[in-house]
């Protein structure tokens, strides 16, 4: 099964920018570029949700929430997908996963990255 490593998560102002990075170190380009690959968030004392998900065609959907300012992609020869976070608000604090939605499905998650925009 692919492994997934996210980072680049910190402490960012109000309405700063942030870029996350998630990699997947143990893959090979040709098991990795066919993945959909998705990345959600767990804010304190709510559940985890879906952000923002590229195919393995490159499209993309964003959650209500984040669209128009968080950007996805995915760069396959460096088997990384990144998620370009931008006029950040308090609101996307929380820590931040990326994750194929069928191991999301079955229960198996990273470490994830924290994001925190202090109010």
């Known amino acids: 099964q692919v492994q997934l490593v996210e980072s680049g998560g910190g402490l960012v102002p109000v309405g700063g920018s942030l870029r996350l990075s998630c990699a997947a170190p143990?893959?090979?380009?040709?098991?990795?570029?066919?993945?959909?690959i998705a990345w959600y968030r767990q804010a304190p004392e709510k559940q985890r949700e879906l952000v923002a998900v590229?195919?393995?065609?490159?499209?993309?959907d964003y959650s209500d929430s984040v669209r128009g300012r968080f950007t996805i992609s995915r760069d396959n020869s460096r088997k990384r997908v990144y998620l370009q976070m931008t006029s950040l608000k308090p609101e996307d604090t929380g820590v931040y996963f990326c994750?194929?939605?069928?191991?999301?499905?079955?229960?198996?998650w990273g470490q994830g990255t924290q994001v925190t925009v202090p109010s």
């Open positions: 994750n194929t939605p069928i191991r999301a499905k079955d229960g198996y």
């Open positions: 143990r893959s090979i380009t040709s098991t990795f570029s066919p993945l959909n």
């Open positions: 590229i195919t393995a065609d490159f499209e993309k």
